[in-house]
């Protein structure tokens, strides 16, 4: 079948006409994002919601709350979410203890002042870099950002491009590129975007060992074609 590419857009309506509408599974508020985050590890939609799900029943997730309970409590409400359950508990306690002193109690007074002043408070909390902070920034409506999802920055890059690049970051700011130019810079669209390739990074369109034969765009992916060309893209 000869390519045929598309734009962004055009994707986008045929991953959702598969897929369907897409919602996110988190808590899309700053403060509550963070701790989610470390609810579970290796973290992953189920894994942090088993351990958001234990913490709210057996701790609760405001910081007073967290900073009232014991190492010992906090790490045996996260065990359900997997590994290292204790290191996640001292975490939980860093951010609530940081939101306490220096935000009195609310994230959201975090959330003043240049974008860029924002986003180095974030990448302060333990286990939060760009590509979470760029999540929290879309699904929290602090700016419209080009997030990616941080397991699939590959997804859209291979689509439009062919191949994704040896480095992450550079994927990344691939990614990052083509929303930017294809994607409004308005809050739905871009989460929209965000949620279609999180999902087909994650059902089909794999890092490693991707089902092209299912995939619904193939036609359309400069990927597949360059498979079956037996070409690649220069690193």
Not at 203 to 227: D, M, N, Q, V
């Amino acid at each position: 079948m000869p390519f045929k590419p598309l734009s962004v857009a055009a994707i986008l309506d045929k991953l959702e006409a598969f897929y369907g509408a897409q919602e996110p599974c988190w808590p899309v508020e700053p403060y509550a994002f963070l701790i989610w985050w470390h609810c579970g590890y290796p973290a992953s939609d189920a894994t942090c919601t088993r351990g958001w799900n234990a913490l709210n029943k057996e701790v609760g997730i405001e910081p007073r709350q967290i900073l009232k309970a014991t190492q010992a409590k906090l790490t045996q409400a996260l065990k359900t979410g997997g590994m290292v359950p204790e290191v996640r508990a001292m975490r939980l306690q860093q951010i609530a203890e940081r939101v306490e002193n220096e935000f009195g109690g609310d994230l959201r007074n975090a959330l003043v002042g240049r974008i860029e002043d924002v986003r180095k408070k974030f990448k302060k909390f333990p286990g939060i870099a760009d590509p979470g902070v760029d999540r929290v920034f879309l699904f929290g409506k602090v700016t419209p950002v080009a997030a990616v999802a941080s397991n699939c920055p590959h997804v859209l890059v291979r689509i439009q491009l062919g191949l994704e690049r040896e480095s992450y970051g550079v994927t990344y700011g691939e990614a990052q590129t083509l929303i930017e130019a294809g994607v409004p810079k308005q809050f739905h669209p871009r989460m929209r975007a965000y949620l279609l390739m999180k999902e087909h990074g994650q059902t089909l369109c794999k890092r490693s060992k991707p089902k092209c034969g299912e995939c619904p765009i193939s036609a359309h992916c400069a990927y597949f074609a360059g498979k079956d060309r037996g070409r690649s893209r220069p690193r």
